[in-house]
């Protein structure tokens, strides 16, 4: 983010170095000019930590055309507002750059210092105002997340342990993969918000879904409903609808079998509704008392249902506890970003709250209200983790 004061960070691409020095001299005083000569050496200055306002291109260049180094410089840098120079006057492939690289300005070549500088003002302008709405919509976005999942904290802090010890794993998973994933904001916040729909369930069935006990058809029919109810709730948050469809897709099988009943099959299926699928399957197994490896091996064992190098995944990250320390503390040493490494009960050993659950001021209130009751909290209480640790806030895709 730019310093108020300090002058906008721009970068010139070019084939020609001679050019480059002479626009860097005229745009000195305004601007933060870096020059790269081609595109191979424009990419390689994206990448690194401190950000441009502003990319503009030269389109005619060996190699890497301006019209393909803009469209890969949008996937590298999203926020950066791009420009093209150029002598090409052919409308067709104009407006294929255009497109492509989703350009705010496009400027014929030869251009004045007072054009360039009026345009590059126009593209700084479009790049704060673009920053602007984006920080203002993922601190509403954040907030509706996080109003959803405080409500499932409180409504069944047992569904949202569970989802807290899946998104976890989720995470240990994605970077596991060997291709970094795209837009992975969104496949592990499918994955926490996929439990939502508990809240319409009875509580008997509710207990009876945490505990792992046998369900009755009427209740199997509730639970494979969940994930139409946690859609429901999402759909109604903007920006979200990738989330969705993830939740959606998570009673679907590799193979195309289950919910829902379309063509949709392998990679087709969205990578979240795979990861909730392994995940929610692998949490039952472990709700049941099945180790870690062996709740793996079971899963990778039922050809056609999960993504074949998710379970391999999954392998790894089960037995990837990383350094987390468990420690005992009182309710009052209890902080928000803590998880309960075994569950929580009164004094006479009725369970309270799951093990697994990340701790919210929801749940420290939720606790203390017990604590005031005759039966009281039994203490202490077993914790991974420090009290630093937050949730991640939701990114919103841009470019």
């Known amino acids: 983010m730019t310093v108020p004061g300090q002058r906008?960070?721009?970068?010139?691409?070019?084939d020609e170095a001679s050019l480059l020095d002479g626009m860097r001299r005229q745009l000195r005083r305004e601007f933060d000019v870096e020059t790269a000569v081609g595109a191979a050496k424009g990419l390689f200055a994206l990448r690194r930590p401190e950000p441009f306002e502003v990319i503009v291109s030269d389109f005619l260049m060996p190699g890497i055309n301006g019209a393909e180094f803009l469209a890969a410089a949008r996937k590298?840098?999203?926020?950066?507002?791009?420009?093209?120079?150029?002598?090409?006057?052919?409308?067709?492939?104009?407006?294929?750059?255009?497109n492509r690289g989703q350009v705010f300005r496009m400027l014929l070549k030869p251009v004045d210092t007072e054009t360039m500088s009026a345009a590059l003002r126009d593209c700084v302008a479009q790049h704060r105002l673009v920053r602007a709405e984006r920080e203002l919509l993922e601190r509403t976005l954040n907030g509706s997340v996080k109003a959803l999942t405080d409500v499932l904290s409180l409504a069944s802090p047992d569904a949202f342990g569970r989802a807290n010890r899946m998104s976890r794993l989720a995470s240990r998973i994605l970077d596991g993969l060997s291709e970094p994933v795209e837009d992975r904001w969104a496949v592990e916040l499918a994955v926490l918000m996929s439990q939502l729909g508990v809240v319409s369930l009875p509580p008997a069935v509710a207990t009876k879904l945490t505990e792992g006990a046998e369900l009755s058809t009427a209740e199997q029919a509730m639970v494979d409903d969940l994930p139409t109810v946690s859609v429901q709730l999402v759909s109604a948050i903007p920006r979200l609808a990738e989330v969705a469809e993830a939740i959606r897709y998570s009673l679907k099988n590799f193979d195309g079998s289950g919910r829902p009943e379309d063509d949709v099959r392998e990679e087709r299926i969205p990578l979240g509704g795979r990861l909730i699928h392994l995940l929610?399957?692998?949490?039952?197994?472990?709700?049941?008392?099945?180790?870690?490896?062996?709740?793996?091996?079971?899963?990778?064992?039922l050809a056609g249902r999960y993504d074949p190098d998710l379970v391999a995944a999954l392998g790894e990250a089960a037995t990837d506890t990383g350094d987390e320390t468990?420690?005992?503390?009182?309710?009052?040493?209890?902080?928000?970003?803590?998880?309960?490494?075994?569950?929580?009960?009164?004094?006479?050993?009725?369970?309270?709250?799951?093990?697994?659950?990340?701790?919210?001021?929801?749940?420290?209130?939720?606790?203390?209200n017990f604590a005031a009751l005759e039966d009281g909290v039994a203490e202490p209480l077993v914790v991974i983790g420090a009290p630093d640790v937050s949730v991640a806030s939701v990114p919103v895709a841009t470019g």
């Open 76 to 98: 590298v840098a999203p926020d950066s507002t791009r420009m093209l120079l150029t002598g090409h006057t052919d409308l067709e492939d104009a407006a294929a750059t255009v």
């Open 326 to 368: 468990v420690r005992a503390v009182a309710l009052n040493e209890l902080r928000p970003g803590m998880v309960l490494a075994v569950p929580v009960t009164s004094r006479s050993h009725v369970r309270l709250v799951s093990a697994g659950q990340e701790v919210t001021v929801g749940l420290i209130t939720r606790l203390r």
């Open 8 to 14: 906008p960070r721009i970068l010139l691409v070019d």
């Open 280 to 301: 929610r399957d692998y949490d039952d197994l472990i709700t049941r008392g099945s180790s870690h490896p062996v709740a793996a091996a079971t899963l990778g064992a």
